[in-house]
């Protein structure tokens, strides 16, 4: 996490350093800062967590707050399976 995290950072940064932003890990999709912040404006997605956003917007909703603005992301295919790339199934691989 923490190497993705800095590459993350190094990216953002390179594109503009107006931009106000926090990344932290969901270890739950109901986790309090996801539902509860009220000065976030968006969350990004894969695919294959839509759903899971789609729900945090609307537990934002029942209290309230805005829905965050969606950003998905799509999936990259592996050459070597036609699978889609993720940390979890490359880390289960090695």
Do not use: M
Not at 15 to 32: A, C, G, M, Q
Not at 38 to 59: G, M, R, Y
């Amino acid at each position: 996490f923490e190497y993705r995290l800095e590459q993350l950072n190094k990216f953002i940064l390179s594109l503009s350093t107006e931009f106000n932003f926090y990344i932290f890990p969901i270890d739950h999709p109901w986790d309090n800062f996801s539902i509860r912040g009220a000065d976030l404006d968006c969350i990004i997605v894969s695919e294959e967590t839509l759903k899971t956003a789609e729900k945090i917007n609307s537990e934002r909703k029942k209290l309230s707050l805005s829905e965050l603005a969606i950003v998905i992301i799509p999936g990259v295919l592996s050459d070597k399976d036609g699978h889609y790339l993720s940390s979890t199934r490359l880390r289960s691989e090695q």
